[in-house]
């Protein structure tokens, strides 16, 4: 392997050694194989192909301080995976089997575990498509998980930093009772346009709004919202949003933390009472947010005034990080140790 600038990798795949897989035929799930190859023998009728019968995950994997690598939360993507299973019709991956290959990916491929001082980690994806040879909507009779791994560094290039956000109003990401609370390829592919958008106007990220009225905030692109005013963590409650693992944690951590936890509808006009705001997620864990600016309107909603971070925020995002890293008590029991 030639030796990796660790420090300066950027969030993409990079080839490692190995992934594993598991069949799902006759009714029920394989084996665990172990393949060094790159690429998937895929039928051209393959019901992922033309039906969307695809789901993925995505957590990580640290190596920490004290010379263990641990992964956070994981049986919380086998639950949300079994979610989407049951949304589009494909047989549910049992927790352990799930858990237990995303530890053999990891095992395997640990020479490609960046190291603690690196800030970089180890990002685990874990894949499900249908794979039955079909021409009519139905749903396939096999299907094929895989897990493969590949270092990453920061999602965004300045790391915890404030980021400005705009508001598209003409693209949705996912309808109000469609398949926006699942992991499914298809909410990406409908947000690539609105992000490149935000990104050619020289925005970080889209932000949006609910599709049926165009009034209530939904997501930050790919991540969940959270806004900080009066000691309360607000946070959307949607039936289009995907439940994040992340936000889930901090509004754990919120509340340990003396905080008052609140999910609910919130109007766009409410952005401008936030003392502090975010995106949060598996890639980023949390992207603070300076400003939202509402090109429709001409309103711009500024969050950090100062262009930092806010304190809580801050507060959140080093709790959180230092329970992955083995750094502080994880009292609620979300890592496990992979590597000992």
Known sequence: MEEMDW?????GYRKTDYNVRCYYRN?????????????IPLHMAATC?????????????YRCPDGKVRIFRADENAARLQSTCRGILMPELPTELFIEMVEKAVRLNERFIPPYESGATLYVRPLLIGTSAQVGVHPSDEYLFLIFVTPV?????GGFATNPYVIIRDHDRSAPLGTGIYKVGGNYAASLQANKKAHDLGYSCEFYLDAREKKYIDECGAANFFGIKNNTYVTPKSTSILPSITNKSLMQLAEDMGMTVERRAIPEEELATFEEAGACGTAAVISPIERIDDLETGVSYVIAKDGKPGPTCEKLYKKLTNIQYGIEEDVHGWTRVVID
């Open 7 to 11: 420090k300066n990798l950027s969030f």
């Open 27 to 39: 009714g029920k799930w394989g084996e665990i194989e172990i393949c060094s190859e790159e690429t």
């Open 49 to 61: 192909l033309h039906y969307g019968q695809e789901a993925f995950e995505g957590l990580k994997a």
């Open 153 to 157: 560094g920061p999602y965004f290039k």
